[in-house]
C-alpha cells in the first residue's frame, strides 16, 4: 500500500530518486535502465523492487520484456516537485534526458530496421484475405470527399478507387487510346463522379484552384519537364490543397527509356524536394517507400506537399 512514508524512505537513495525522474518521463525497461546508468541488472532490479513495494513503481509486461513506469499513486503530484529539486541536486541526473532521448531514437532505428528487412518481402508469403487490392479499397475509403486530378492516369485505374470515396475525380492523360478505354469504363461502370480528360502533364485542362488534391502515380518521369508539371499542379490547387508524388528513386537502367518511355530515370529525394519548394509548397516531405529485390532494384519515392493556405 502506498503510503507518503514509504515514499520518503524510497526517495532517500539518489539512484532511485533519477529511476523516479526517468519512469515519469517514459516507460524503459532493466536493459534501457542498465545503458543509462551503467549499472549491472541486479542492482537495478534491486531499486525498482524497493521502489514497488513504495507503490511508486509498476511494471507492463510485453512479450519477452518488462516496461517500468511510475505509479498512480495519489500522493504522486506532491512528490513530484521533491523528485525535480532533488535531481537538480544529483550530478549524474543531468545526462538522463539526453540519455532516454537516445534510447527512444534506438527504439525508432530498431523498428524501422525491422520493416526495412521486411521491405519486399511483404507479398511473398501467403496470409487469406491479405492482398494489396484489399488494403487500397482500405485506405481509399477513410478519404473524405475531395476534388483529385489523377494527372497522367493511364487506364485509370487508380482513379476508378478514388472515385469510390471521392467527390469528383479527373483522369489526364495524352494518349487518345487511354482516354477512350477510361470513358468506356465510365460508361459501363456508371462512375458519374469520373471524368477523362485527354491533355498534358504540364498543363494539364482542369481550371485554376479546382481540386483539393493532384496526384502523380508513376506519372512524373514521363514529363519533359517536370518541374512546370509540378508547378501545373500547384495552379490547379485549392489554398490547403495536396500534391502527391509516387515515382522512382533515381536510377541507372537506361533501358527504362525504350522499355517504358522514361523521359527521366527516377528523381533524387532532394532534387524533387527542391522542385516542389520551387513551385511554392509547403510541409514537403520525401522519403524512399519500397524496394524492389529484384534487379535492376528500383525504389519508389512518396513525395507529399501543402499548397499554403486555408
Not at 514497488?52 to 509486461?61: E, H, Q, T
Not at 503530484?77 to 532521448?101: K, W
Not at 484475405?129 to 488494403?135: A, D, E, H, I, M
Not at 508513376?218 to 490547403?240: K, V
Request: aromatic share 6%; proline share 5%.
Amino acid at each position: 500500500m502506498a503510503s507518503t512514508a514509504n515514499s520518503l524512505r524510497a526517495l532517500a537513495d539518489p539512484t532511485r530518486v533519477r529511476l523516479l525522474a526517468l519512469l515519469d518521463r517514459e516507460e524503459l525497461s532493466v536493459a534501457e535502465i542498465q545503458d543509462i546508468f551503467g549499472m549491472g541488472q541486479s542492482r537495478i532490479s534491486t531499486h525498482l523492487a524497493q521502489l514497488k513495494r513504495a507503490g511508486l513503481v509498476r511494471a507492463r509486461r510485453a512479450g519477452k520484456h518488462s516496461y517500468y513506469g511510475v505509479a498512480p499513486a495519489p500522493h504522486w503530484e506532491h512528490l513530484r516537485p521533491l523528485i525535480q529539486s532533488a535531481t537538480a541536486e544529483i550530478p549524474e541526473a543531468a545526462r538522463d534526458t539526453t540519455a532516454v532521448r537516445l534510447i527512444l531514437r534506438r527504439r525508432k532505428d530498431a523498428t524501422r530496421e525491422y520493416f526495412n528487412r521486411l521491405a519486399g518481402r511483404f507479398g511473398r508469403s501467403y496470409i487469406p484475405g491479405r492482398t494489396w487490392k484489399g488494403l487500397s479499397h482500405l485506405l481509399l475509403g477513410l478519404l473524405p470527399p475531395l476534388d483529385i486530378a489523377d494527372l497522367g492516369a493511364g487506364e485509370g485505374t487508380l482513379s476508378q478507387l478514388l472515385a469510390r470515396s471521392a467527390r469528383r475525380v479527373i483522369a489526364v492523360d495524352n494518349s487518345e487510346k487511354m482516354v477512350a478505354f477510361g470513358r468506356k469504363l465510365i460508361r459501363e461502370h456508371q462512375l458519374e463522379n469520373l471524368e477523362y480528360r485527354l491533355g498534358d502533364l504540364e498543363d494539364p485542362p482542369i481550371d485554376p484552384a479546382s481540386v483539393d488534391l493532384a496526384l502523380f502515380s508513376q506519372a512524373l518521369h514521363h514529363a519533359t519537364r517536370p518541374e512546370r508539371a509540378i508547378t501545373a499542379a500547384f495552379e490547379i490547387l485549392r489554398p490547403g490543397g495536396r500534391i502527391a508524388i509516387l515515382d522512382l528513386l533515381s536510377h541507372t537502367f537506361e533501358e527504362a527509356r525504350e522499355l517504358y518511355a522514361d523521359q527521366w530515370l527516377g528523381f533524387g529525394e532532394a532534387e524533387l524536394h527542391e522542385m516542389l519548394g520551387s513551385a511554392g509548397f509547403g510541409d514537403i516531405t520525401v522519403d524512399v517507400v519500397a524496394r524492389e529485390s529484384r534487379s535492376p532494384n528500383f525504389q519508389t519515392l512518396l513525395a507529399l506537399a501543402r499548397k499554403p493556405g486555408a
